[in-house]
């Protein structure tokens, strides 16, 4: 089965900088999304990309897809504190004819710590 | 306010006494899934549910059991704990499919001894 994976697995930086993670998946996808996970808690969605777009943002939040490298990358500007969390990249995978699997594959997650 | 709910948030439990973790939404969607959550290895999934009385294994189903009688719940049945199944436990569910935006319950904490 397909797995997403995150790089880094831990990321640290001051507060005011921007913080890059990547997501590299294995199977042709409907889309991509990311998540963010605070401590021990439920995953809150923050963006989905379709497999027919390549760049997408949100406030502060700009993503990538590149489906010939099956990879996305997931730009975070001008970080905050309130940025620190776990942040996850999810994907659903489908057959050669296009149809979802129906399940969606999360990646082990990418921790970033932002320093006041 | 919509929210997908689970209980109970923490359980502790004995090797082989059957539990039930339930989950409940109140927003219709017809997806639902059950996830677990174990250091250094994400989210996997456990089992989904497209719609009422339609359920399918994801990645990782031996030794849990789902059912969908109503689109609002889906419980997660452990008829047999292990020390194994020890983990953190997500609900969600979404419109229609995997494909869309998933909305997440606060998770159960489970330790099997």
């Known amino acids: 089965s397909q797995q997403g994976e995150e790089d880094p697995q831990a990321l640290s930086i001051q507060e005011g900088e921007n913080a890059t993670m990547n997501c590299s998946y294995k199977?042709?996808?409907?889309?991509l999304q990311w998540y963010r996970q605070n401590s021990g808690r439920g995953l809150v969605h923050l963006i989905l990309i379709r497999s027919n777009e390549r760049e997408k943002h949100s406030g502060r939040l700009r993503v990538t897809l590149d489906t010939s490298k099956k990879s996305s990358s997931l730009l975070i500007t001008a970080s905050r504190a309130a940025d620190t969390a776990s942040y996850f990249c999810?994907?659903?995978?489908?057959?050669?004819?296009?149809?979802?699997?129906?399940?969606?594959?999360f990646g082990q997650g990418t921790i970033l710590t932002v320093h006041p | 306010e919509a929210q997908v709910t689970q209980n109970p948030r923490y359980l502790i439990t004995v090797t082989g006494k059957k539990l039930t973790v339930t989950c409940s939404q109140n927003m219709n969607h017809e997806y639902m899934s059950w996830y677990r959550q174990d250091p250094g290895l994400g989210l996997r999934q456990i089992y989904y549910?497209?719609?009422?009385?339609?359920?399918d294994k994801g990645d990782v189903p031996e030794g849990y059991k789902v059912s969908r009688k109503e689109k609002r719940n889906f419980p997660l049945i452990l008829e047999s704990p292990s020390p194994n199944q020890t983990s953190l436990y997500f609900c969600?569910?979404?419109?229609?499919?995997?494909?869309?935006?998933?909305?997440f319950g606060p998770g159960t904490r489970l330790t099997v001894l």
């Open positions: 199977t042709s996808i409907n889309n």
């Open positions: 999810a994907t659903d995978g489908v057959n050669a004819g296009g149809t979802s699997y129906g399940k969606l594959t």
């Open positions: 549910s497209m719609n009422v009385e339609v359920t």
């Open positions: 969600a569910s979404s419109w229609e499919g995997p494909y869309n935006e998933q909305f």
